[in-house]
C-alpha cells in the first residue's frame, strides 16, 4: 500500500495545504516575530484615528521641542504636535503609497512579463524598453518623473510604479519562459487551446507565487523611496505627515532635537526590514526546490 504524501498532524490526521505553506513559512523565528512587528504597525497605523494620543495636527507652541516624556512619547517638533500621533497617522500615508505601488507594478509587471514570455514577436521591444528603464538608478528616475507629473500622493504612486514595475515584469518573464516549455502548456496547445486561455488559464496563475514574493519587495522599496523622495522635497506636500517629510522638516533640528529624526526613522527601518524578512521566508517557502525538504 502507497502512504500519503501528506505531513501528519498532532491527531494523526494528513496536514492540510494551508498549515503546511504556514508551518514552512514560520519555521523560522526570525520571520515569525518579523510577520507580528509589520502586523503591529500595520494595525497601528490602520487604528491610528483611535488611539493617537493626540491630535496630530494640533500645535502647542508651549511645549515645542520637548523630548521624550510619559505624556509624549516620542517628544514634540518645532510646532509642539506630538511626535507619536503623526508617526501613526504618517503610517497610514506611507503603507498606502508603499502598498499601492506594490499592487500597480504587479499587475502591470505580470501582464508585460506575460506577454514578454509567452508571445515571442513582443519579447524584444517589452525587454528592450525593460532595460532601457532599470539601466537608470530608481531614485533618479522617480526624481525625474516627480518633476513631469508634480508633487502628490497620486503621482508619487504612479512614478514609484513605473520604476518598479520592470523588477516585477523580469521576474514574471522569467517564470513564463519556463511554464511555456511544460508539458501541460503543451497539451493545452494539441487540444486547440487559444493562445490567451493559454496564458490566463494555465500560465498566469503559477506565476502567482514568484510575484507576490517579488510585491513585497517593491512595497519595502517604495517606503524607502517615498521617503527618500518626500526628504528631497519632490514627494508628498510638506503639510502630508509621511515619515518622509517628519525626517525632511526635521534635519535643521540635528543635535538639538535628535528624536525627530530617530523615531520616524526608526519606523521606517522596522517596516522595510520586516517586510524584507517576511519576503525572504515566502521566498523560501515558496520555492519547490525546498518544499520537499521542509
Sequence with gaps: ???????????????????????????????????????LIILASLLAPWISPFDPKRMDMVHRLQSITAVHWFGTNEYGQDVFSRILTGG??????????AALACVFGAIGGLLAG????????????????????????????????????????????????????????????????MQFVEAAKALGVSPWRIMVGHILPN?????IVQGTFVFAYAILTEAALSFLGVGAPPSTPSWGNMIAMAQQY????????????????LTVLSLQIVGDGLRDCLDPRLQKTS
Design 254 to 269: 540635528i543635535g538639538q532635537a535628535d528624536w525627530l529624526i530617530f523615531c520616524p526613522g526608526l519606523a521606517i527601518v
Design 118 to 181: 509567452y508571445v515571442r514577436r513582443l519579447d524584444g521591444p517589452i525587454m528592450r524598453l525593460t532595460d532601457a528603464m532599470m539601466a537608470f538608478p530608481d531614485i533618479l528616475l522617480a526624481i525625474a518623473l516627480m518633476a513631469g507629473l508634480g508633487s502628490s500622493l497620486v503621482n508619487i504612486i504612479i512614478a514609484l510604479g513605473i520604476v518598479y514595475t520592470p523588477r516585477v515584469l523580469r521576474v514574471a518573464r522569467a517564470a513564463t519562459l519556463v511554464l511555456r516549455e
Design 92 to 101: 497610514r500615508i506611507s503603507l498606502s503609497v508603499g502598498l499601492s505601488v
Design 207 to 211: 506565476l502567482s507565487s514568484p510575484i
Design 1 to 39: 500500500m502507497t502512504q500519503s504524501r501528506s505531513l501528519p498532524s498532532a491527531a494523526g490526521r494528513p496536514m492540510s495545504p494551508s498549515r503546511r505553506l504556514v508551518r514552512r513559512l514560520f519555521r523560522r523565528r526570525l520571520v515569525l516575530v518579523a510577520t507580528l512587528v509589520l502586523a
